[in-house]
T-cell receptor
Framework: KAGVTQTPRYLIKTRGQQVTLSCSPI?????VSWYQQTPGQGLQFLFE???????NKGNFPGRFSGRQFSNSRSEMNVSTLELGDSALYLC????????????FGSGTQLSVL | AQTVTQSQPEMSVQEAETVTLSCTYD???????LFWYKQPPSRQMILVIR??????QNATENRFSVNFQKAAKSFSLKISDSQLGDAAMYFC???????????FGSGTQLTVLP
């Protein structure tokens, strides 16, 4: 069974641009969560999607958004990039919402110049 | 708000020896879960072990075990017979039963010396 797949692995953008990151969950998993990892702030929860609906959101500005498709694949978008958005963005999937067994992908490393 | 504290930024252990990583947390919830995740250089977070707060018995997964002290809000990870492949960043994480997101500690970088 394939694991959680995140694309791209690396991304370089400049301030003011926008970016879209993709996450394909494990087959059969319907919940997708996103986390931001930075050296300063550590790992922080962004949002969770289940059945194409955002179910939970962390404390991030509205520039951070996401969506989930009918096949459970998810994308997150960051608009008007700032230098502080440079981070590793991790996606995790689980069979159902609130399931404590989260399976993570290898992340997308975003660098904002 | 819940917080998770890992007071050891770095730890090292000799191959085949035992090491214990510390974690404390703060919560007013009675129903919650605790986890240890491992993040190797590949960056993928891998679940090592989990503990349900209502279970008094400490969780064990092969060479990994926890010491869960609920009253003290302490959740340490013991790695026995350490292997080179255990070298990674280890994160302690908490999730209340009523919520869905994980709160992570700051991590402990474990080095395994041959």
């Amino acid at each position: 069974k394939a694991g959680v797949t995140q694309t791209p692995r690396y991304l370089i953008k400049t301030r003011g641009q926008q970016v879209t990151l993709s996450c394909s969950p494990i087959s059969g998993h319907r919940s997708v969560s996103w986390y931001q990892q930075t050296p300063g702030q550590g790992l922080q929860f962004l949002f969770e999607y289940f059945s194409e609906t955002q179910r939970n959101k962390g404390n991030f500005p509205g520039r951070f958004s996401g969506r989930q498709f009918s096949n459970s694949r998810s994308e997150m978008n960051v608009s008007t990039l700032e230098l502080g958005d440079s981070a590793l963005y991790l996606c995790a999937s689980s069979f159902r919402m609130g399931n404590e067994k989260l399976f993570f992908g290898s992340g997308t490393q975003l660098s904002v110049l | 708000a819940q917080t998770v504290t890992q007071s050891q930024p770095e730890m090292s252990v000799q191959e085949a020896e035992t090491v214990t990583l510390s974690c404390t947390y703060d919560t007013s919830e009675s129903d919650y879960y605790l986890f240890w995740y491992k993040q190797p250089p590949s960056r993928q977070m891998i679940l090592v072990i989990r503990q349900e707060a209502y279970k008094q018995q400490n969780a064990t997964e092969n060479r990994f075990s926890v010491n869960f002290q609920k009253a003290a809000k302490s959740f340490s990870l013991k790695i026995s017979d350490s292997q080179l492949g255990d070298a990674a960043m280890y994160f302690c994480a908490y999730r209340p039963g009523s919520a869905r997101q994980l709160t992570f500690g700051s991590g402990t970088q474990l080095t395994v010396l041959p």
